[in-house]
């Protein structure tokens, strides 16, 4: 899809109004919506928080102008902006009062339902379909939950989700998702600037529940047209993917409850030595530089596909280096 001069405007306007919304934001949520530190909390002093509804409400606008002037990007608008919509609205609510956590993963489910129902997969035969859908379901939900519990430090998720952008971009840059695409890197860019370390304002639930879901949609959009693509994508996830993988396990072999919130992960560990940044940019730094020339050769067909499993066995065995999963010793 070759943008017309009034779609790259639009993102520009994305970015623009990102830029300009955000100060106003936290202005309002010093005063409304703080997240005060504690035990298990990555930062020291309190900072505005529930910033993804900002970004998120202007992605969307635009999202649904986009889709109004350019066509073939109106059914990856309408598989993606409802459910983003939904736990965008869900995530903003837990911020300000916490719900319980049976109703957070049933409106998950249903918006992971969503996107399945709302996109028009290729056909298969029935006997693949399903047993299909029902993992693409339970990865929606778990990208959705794990790119929550990975926004622990400042700038961590939105770096990584410009990298994915980047890598989507660049593997496939004529789709039906790169006007979405370049919103969502308009979008994400600019709530990054007030997210970079030391942060003045935080994403909460509304901003990257949503953010994993939406990545994992779009994975599973491209590799119902080409699974290479698609192995690429999960690829450019592999840091999220991995960390939370080995956490979860380790958490599961040391009988503790999986769902409680804690202060295990891998990129936590790392902040307690070396702090915010070091961490977020050199996570960042490993996805650009090595999961990203990866990605692209695994997508088109330059390495074999097990070099994808090489890859997160590799990823699984750093984050397992730097104790994911391992008790706080601090």
């Known amino acids: 899809m070759t943008l017309p001069l009034p779609a790259l405007l639009l993102v520009a306007l994305c970015f623009g109004a990102t830029l300009i919304a955000l100060p106003l934001y936290i202005r309002w949520a010093k005063s409304g919506l703080v997240d005060t530190p504690n035990e298990r909390s990555a930062h020291v002093d309190p900072t505005p928080t529930g910033g993804g509804i900002v970004f998120l409400s ?16 109106r059914e990856a608008a309408l598989a993606l902006g409802p459910a983003a919509l939904l736990l965008m609205l869900l995530g903003w609510i837990d911020d300000r009062q916490p719900l319980p956590a049976s109703l957070r993963l049933a409106i998950q489910f249903g918006c992971a339902a969503m996107v399945l129902i709302l996109w028009p997969w290729p056909d298969a035969p029935t006997h693949i379909f399903w047993p299909l859908a029902g993992l693409a379901l339970l ?13 622990g430090i400042d700038a961590i998720v939105a770096l990584q989700v410009l ?3 980047t890598g989507a971009l660049l593997l496939a840059p004529d789709t039906p998702f790169t006007l979405p695409l370049l919103l969502l890197g308009a979008a994400v860019l600019g709530f990054y600037f007030f997210n970079m370390p030391p942060a003045r304002l935080f994403m909460g639930d509304g901003g990257s529940a949503p953010l994993g879901l939406l990545v994992a949609a779009i994975t599973l959009c491209f590799a119902a047209q080409d699974w290479r693509a698609g192995l690429a994508l999960l690829l450019l996830q592999g840091v999220f993917l991995c960390d939370s993988a080995v956490t979860l396990l380790r958490r599961v072999l ?18 307690r030595r070396w702090g915010h940044a070091p961490v977020s940019y050199g996570l960042f730094a490993l996805t650009m530089l090595v999961q990203l020339p990866l990605a692209l050769a695994v997508g088109r067909g330059w390495l074999p596909f097990w070099a994808a499993a090489v890859d997160l066995i590799l990823l699984a065995l750093l984050a397992l280096l730097f104790r994911a999963g391992a008790p706080r010793t601090d």
């Not at 009988?255 to 902040?271: G, V």
Request: hydrophobic fraction near 50%; include cysteine.
């Open 58 to 73: 202007i992605w969307l606008a635009c999202l649904a102008a986009g889709a109004w002037l350019l066509p073939e990007s």
């Open 139 to 151: 990865y929606l939900v778990y990208s959705t939950n794990i790119t929550n519990f990975m926004d």
């Open 163 to 165: 990298a994915f952008v």
């Open 254 to 271: 040391r009988r503790r409850n999986i769902a409680q919130a804690h202060s295990e992960h891998a990129y936590q560990h790392a902040k």
